[in-house]
């Protein structure tokens, strides 16, 4: 089984896009993107090459607070798939 949480990160690391806490809860994942308005489609992109599409369901894309503070960021989260 993939350590969805490192692959998530190592995917990330090479973008310009800057992670708060990844949460994986069973198999919901929530990923917290500290920029607020990022491209949806290409944050679903990173995780999908990360984890495979296969891996990656039901992915929505939402604005909020991120990590209970008063940054505002973009939250992609989905459901993992082995």
């Known amino acids: 089984m993939t350590d969805v949480h490192a692959a998530i990160r190592d ?3 090479h973008t310009d896009y800057d992670l708060g806490d990844v949460a994986v809860n069973r198999r919901q994942v929530r990923v917290p993107v500290l920029q607020q308005g990022a491209d949806p489609d290409a944050l679903t992109a990173v ?3 990360a984890l495979g599409a ?3 369901v039901a992915a929505t894309v939402a604005t909020e607070a991120i990590d209970g503070e008063d940054t505002i960021g973009t939250v992609v989260s989905f459901r993992y798939r082995p």
Do not use: G, K, P
């Open 11 to 13: 995917a990330f690391e």
């Open 47 to 49: 995780i999908e090459e």
């Open 54 to 56: 296969d891996a990656v």
